[in-house]
């Protein structure tokens, strides 16, 4: 076995050195769709030595570490954590495998809302955003797809729906606006026509008065003119030509008041005609909103029933790396890191496994989990009674009441015990659903070993099984009897003395291929 340190800068890539001489590695820890370690002990030396670019060797945040094996890449990551030992002048550093960079960083992009798309897409998506930025560009890549489609169009029916009805909330507000306008003119009009009405009258009076002065002055002159008297003939007839006078003036000015009351009742005529028009436009603007609103009562309604899009919202800033690792659990699939070469410049991606990673390894010629015979460690079962359930309640989306509730049982000859599942991040009763089967079936039978110690054995040996496989566990444990039970590899840590621990879950306590399509 020839192994070697390879040692890049991060933001750049470059290559510092192809192989680290003075460092020490402890085992390997690769994780089920998880981020693995590898921890490497130096001397102060070599981990302050500086580099081709005048830096330090190693430094958080800022070194690539691949563990290559004769061209293949065992183990690829970032220096995430350098401690100093004084008492044995060494530095215990901690290496993280790359995807350990996607967790904890914010999505910080446009809001994004994706209906029936591949979790993968999603996946690829959060990727390229963390290494958008500056400083960010790690080079990591992914690969794979799934059939399972999440999110729905109601998201972007809702959304539809309430600019549909903001805009006729707009129309009819700006409508009812001028409806009131109007309202407001005819008002000011009918006083100005009340007013020229009231100045009619009193001219038409006056007219009236006028008219009578005008007879009075002709009865007074034919009495003048019966007493032969010149002066009160002469007297008689101005007061009546002056009468006259007077009545013309005041008809001249009951026809003007008559003429503009007639033009201030037309203009009232005209402006109500307005105001009519008006009311029904607004009229129709409000059965446009009413409409509106309706649509968009049922479109929210429709969204909070199947969970909606799937959504990216800056504004709630959502960890990345979490953000995939819900993906995953949701769908499910798997991931797992691939290390490749490029040129002579190593590479990871992140391998998207649908339905699963690993196989059932039960065949002649796959390795087999024996105690005694390859398992290096008594097997030590374990069971506890507060895991059991016979049925699960989740809680997922939503508020109070309205909060999206869903419950599965089982009757199996055991009492009744209720399980809760908080899930307020799922949004759909298929998702939830899903959840409850597998939390079900995980505490139906709790009996488990969490972990054995594997030699690397001709029955076992290293790189035939790995993490997401099935593996048949069999011994005879004292005072309990044979054990033999299959579990699934969701976390294995390589020795460099050939040992093997591998940590293990209840093959049945897994969902396969249960795509939720929301």
């Given at each position: ?7 890049q ?9 192809y192989?680290l ?10 994780q ?32 690539l ?8 890449i065992r ?10 030992d ?15 960079y996607?967790?904890?960083?914010p ?10 798309v591949?979790?993968?897409a ?8 963390v290494?958008?930025?500056?400083d ?6 992914v690969a794979g ?5 999440v999110?729905?169009y ?13 805009a ?31 100045s ?13 002065a ?9 009495a ?8 009160k ?5 101005a007061a009546l ?6 009545l013309?003036?005041k008809?001249?000015?009951l ?24 009311a029904k ?11 509106a609103?309706d ?11 199947d969970?909606?899009?799937?959504a ?12 995939i ?9 798997d991931?797992?890191e691939?290390?490749?070469w490029?040129a002579d410049?190593?590479k ?12 059932r ?5 796959d ?5 005694g015979?390859?398992i ?27 909060a ?14 209720v ?5 307020k991040?799922?949004?759909t ?19 488990v ?7 690397n054995h001709?029955n ?8 997401g ?9 004292p005072?309990?009897?044979r054990?033999?039970?299959?579990h ?12 093997t621990?591998l940590?293990l ?10 795509g939720?399509?929301?």
């Open positions: 076995m020839a192994e070697r340190l390879i040692i800068r991060a933001i750049t890539g470059d290559v510092l050195t192989d001489q003075g460092a020490e590695r402890g085992a390997i820890t690769r089920l769709s998880a981020a693995g370690t590898l921890p490497l002990t130096i001397g102060p030396s070599v981990a302050t030595q500086p580099a081709s670019d005048g830096r330090p060797m190693f430094g958080e945040w800022e070194t570490v691949t563990l290559d094996d004769d061209g293949q183990f690829r990551g970032i220096v995430t954590a350098m401690t100093w004084g008492e044995e002048a060494t530095w215990s550093i901690t290496v993280s495998s790359i995807p350990t996607l967790f904890g960083t999505y910080k992009g446009a809001a994004w809302y994706g209906a029936e591949d979790p993968a999603i996946v690829r998506l959060l990727v390229a955003h290494q958008s930025f500056p960010s560009d790690i080079g990591l890549t797809s799934t059939s399972v489609k999110g729905s109601s998201t972007e029916r809702r959304i539809a729906a309430e600019a549909a009805y903001d006729a909330e707009k129309t009819y507000q700006a409508e009812n606006k001028e409806l009131q306008r109007l309202r407001a003119i005819v008002a000011a009009s009918r006083k100005t026509s009340s007013s020229r009405t009231t009619r009258a009193a001219a038409s009076k006056e007219v009236t008065t006028a008219k009578k005008v007879t009075a002055a002709k009865t007074a002159l034919t003048a003119k019966k007493t032969k008297n010149q002066a003939i002469d007297a008689a007839r030509n002056q009468a006259n006078a007077t013309t003036t008809t001249n000015a026809n003007a008041a008559t003429g503009s009351s007639n033009n201030a009742k037309a203009t009232v005529k005209s402006q109500n005609a307005d105001v009519t028009a008006q436009v607004v009229a129709a603007a409000k059965a446009s909103k009413d409409k609103s649509v968009k009562s049922k479109a929210q309604q429709a969204e909070s029933d969970g909606g899009a799937y990216l919202e800056p504004w709630e800033a959502p960890d990345c790396g979490q953000l690792n819900d993906l995953a659990k949701d769908a499910p699939f991931w797992a691939e290390h490749y490029s410049i190593p990871t991606r992140i391998r998207i496994a649908y339905p699963r990673i690993g196989r390894l039960s065949g002649d010629s390795p087999s989990f024996v105690q015979v390859n290096s460690v008594a097997l030590k079962p374990a069971t506890s009674g507060s895991d059991m359930a016979t049925e699960v309640f989740g809680i997922g989306a939503g508020d109070g009441a309205a999206l509730r869903r419950s599965i049982s089982v009757r199996n000859g055991k009492l009744r015990r399980a809760t599942l908080q899930a991040d799922v949004k009763k298929q998702a939830l659903d899903a959840k409850l089967r597998a939390e079900l079936t995980a505490r139906q039978n709790t009996l070993v969490d972990s054995i110690t594997v030699l001709p076992s040996k290293r790189g035939t099984y790995g993490v496989d099935d593996i048949f566990v069999q011994g005879d444990v005072h309990f009897g054990f033999e039970l299959w699934r590899i969701v976390s294995m840590s390589e020795s460099p003395d050939d040992t621990v940590s879950e209840r093959t049945d306590s897994f969902l396969y291929g249960q939720i399509e929301a």
